[in-house]
């Protein structure tokens, strides 16, 4: 597993490796590792968001799961992680429900992209399927012309040009605390 050691520089899990490495401590105190309350929520609202986080299971067969804690952690400590993996290793999947699992997705939503329509509603499904919650509820999905999410959404999956539109209105992204830019090889 590859730490890089430069403040501002991403931090690269391997799931393929499953090699320990010390990893640089909680950056609790920097301005840049803080999450930003999001705008409006009252604590009525972030309670009920609370209350949404769904049981969490991680199906064993899949690497990611394996590599849990070490992925758990590097998104705990570092602002930008990257994690590579094989195809069918469970990064898709798996990954907002570690981000859930550290309390991501409360203050602000987990954003998911995908390069396609599809794939965002399948991606959608298969984590509402896999944390035994209704679809537009926790977990929900938006595409062009379809928004299949309600206030207490806590991983909103949604097609690149969905975030990139959001982008223009709010150029913080105030309504999420965490992103997870899949497939990001297959930018244009």
Do not use: N
Not at 82 to 106: D, H, M, W, Y
Not at 148 to 177: C, F, N, P, W
Request: aromatic share 2%; proline share 5%; with cysteine.
């Amino acid at each position: 597993m590859g730490h890089a050691r430069r403040a501002g520089r991403p931090i690269l899990v391997d799931v393929a490796e499953d090699a320990k490495g010390a990893r640089r401590p909680a950056r609790a105190g920097h301005p840049r590792g803080r999450r930003p309350q999001r705008r409006g929520v009252s604590p009525e609202q972030l309670e009920l968001r609370r209350a949404a986080v769904p049981e969490l299971a991680y199906p064993e067969q899949l690497p990611v799961s394996a590599v849990r804690g070490q992925i758990a952690a590097a998104i705990r400590d570092h602002q930008v992680v990257i994690v590579a993996g094989e195809t069918g290793s469970g990064k898709t999947t798996q990954l907002p429900k570690i981000c859930l699992e550290l309390g991501r997705g409360v203050t602000g939503m987990i954003g998911h992209t995908q390069p396609r329509r599809i794939a965002a509603r399948t991606v959608a499904e298969r984590i509402a399927e896999e944390t035994g919650t209704e679809l537009g509820g926790a977990i929900g999905w938006s595409v062009r012309f379809t928004d299949r999410t309600s206030e207490t959404t806590l991983v909103k999956v949604m097609t690149d040009g969905i975030l990139h539109a959001e982008i223009q209105r709010d150029r913080t992204l105030s309504r999420y605390d965490t992103l997870i830019l899949d497939e990001a090889h297959e930018r244009s």
